[in-house]
């Protein structure tokens, strides 16, 4: 009995109950530290606020206007242009969001009036990444298999109309309807857009709800990362003529 009371039983006695609550410990608040305090967080959604003003110049040379001479013709996607996706994750038993993009974005627009007639965007699928490299490779492979499907496509199929255009610089929600194609497989989506006209350029963000069982979009699920079946296609479109 007297043994049993010495510090040195005592000692032990308290390091195998030490040992699996610090176990423990690690299991549960390890992967929390991780995910919430050393590991960045996602990125917000791309937004008309990640743009810089047009250049002075342009802008005073091709200001907004009101009538259909200030945007009717054709327009470009042009540098400053963004995509990616955005998809809810449980990281080691913690929700967080995967986010992956790309600055690799074509597309044309043509505008009749104050009508969006045509709408065609081109993403390279096959450059977007994120901050994880093997998340990227698992993305590149079996969920999107880029070297069969490289690109995802937007066509718009319903006109926009833009009615009274707002000032220069000042932001205006519209609807839109169109086809988009992930991984070989065309859905029509429809969706809102923020819109406006900024130093002769017309800049566009969205979000495009997506749902993996209908794009035919594999499980992205492995490993210590559940992903859910639905995400959004982010866009930031900067067109110039």
């Given at each position: 009995r007297l043994a049993a009371c010495q510090p040195g039983a005592m000692s032990r006695r308290a390091w195998f109950i030490?040992?699996?609550?610090?176990?423990?410990?690690?299991?549960?608040?390890?992967?929390?530290?991780?995910i919430n305090v050393i590991r960045d967080g996602p990125p917000p959604r791309l937004s008309l606020d990640d743009l810089e003003a047009g250049d002075e110049e342009t802008s005073s040379t091709t200001a907004a206007?009101?009538?259909?001479?200030?945007?009717?013709g054709s327009w470009v996607v042009a540098?400053?242009?963004?995509?990616?996706?955005?998809?809810?994750?449980?990281?080691?038993?913690?929700?967080t969001e995967a986010v992956g993009r790309t600055e690799s974005v074509e597309g044309t627009m043509e505008i009749e009036g104050t009508t969006v007639v045509a709408t065609e965007v081109e993403v390279d699928v096959a450059s977007i990444t994120s901050d994880e490299a093997n998340r990227d490779r698992q993305f590149r492979g079996r969920i999107m298999s880029t070297d069969q499907f490289p690109t995802a496509t937007f066509s718009l199929t319903e006109p926009i109309e833009l009615d009274e255009l707002p000032a220069e610089g000042e932001q205006a929600t519209y609807s839109v309807t169109g086809e988009l194609t992930l991984r070989g497989v065309t859905n029509e989506v429809t969706f809102d857009v923020v819109a406006r006209q900024q130093g002769g350029r017309i800049e566009v963000?969205?979000?495009?709800p997506?749902?993996?069982?209908?794009?035919?979009?594999?499980?992205?699920?492995?490993?210590?990362?559940?992903?859910?079946?639905?995400?959004?296609?982010?866009?930031?479109?900067?067109f110039t003529r």
């Amino acid at each position: 009995r007297l043994a049993a009371c010495q510090p040195g039983a005592m000692s032990r006695r308290a390091w195998f109950i030490a040992i699996p609550v610090a176990a423990l410990v690690l299991l549960v608040g390890g992967p929390w530290l991780y995910i919430n305090v050393i590991r960045d967080g996602p990125p917000p959604r791309l937004s008309l606020d990640d743009l810089e003003a047009g250049d002075e110049e342009t802008s005073s040379t091709t200001a907004a206007s009101d009538d259909a001479d200030g945007i009717a013709g054709s327009w470009v996607v042009a540098d400053g242009s963004q995509a990616g996706y955005r998809v809810a994750e449980v990281l080691f038993g913690q929700d967080t969001e995967a986010v992956g993009r790309t600055e690799s974005v074509e597309g044309t627009m043509e505008i009749e009036g104050t009508t969006v007639v045509a709408t065609e965007v081109e993403v390279d699928v096959a450059s977007i990444t994120s901050d994880e490299a093997n998340r990227d490779r698992q993305f590149r492979g079996r969920i999107m298999s880029t070297d069969q499907f490289p690109t995802a496509t937007f066509s718009l199929t319903e006109p926009i109309e833009l009615d009274e255009l707002p000032a220069e610089g000042e932001q205006a929600t519209y609807s839109v309807t169109g086809e988009l194609t992930l991984r070989g497989v065309t859905n029509e989506v429809t969706f809102d857009v923020v819109a406006r006209q900024q130093g002769g350029r017309i800049e566009v963000s969205g979000s495009i709800p997506v749902d993996f069982d209908a794009f035919e979009i594999p499980d992205a699920s492995g490993g210590p990362a559940q992903v859910g079946r639905d995400g959004e296609l982010e866009l930031l479109l900067v067109f110039t003529r």
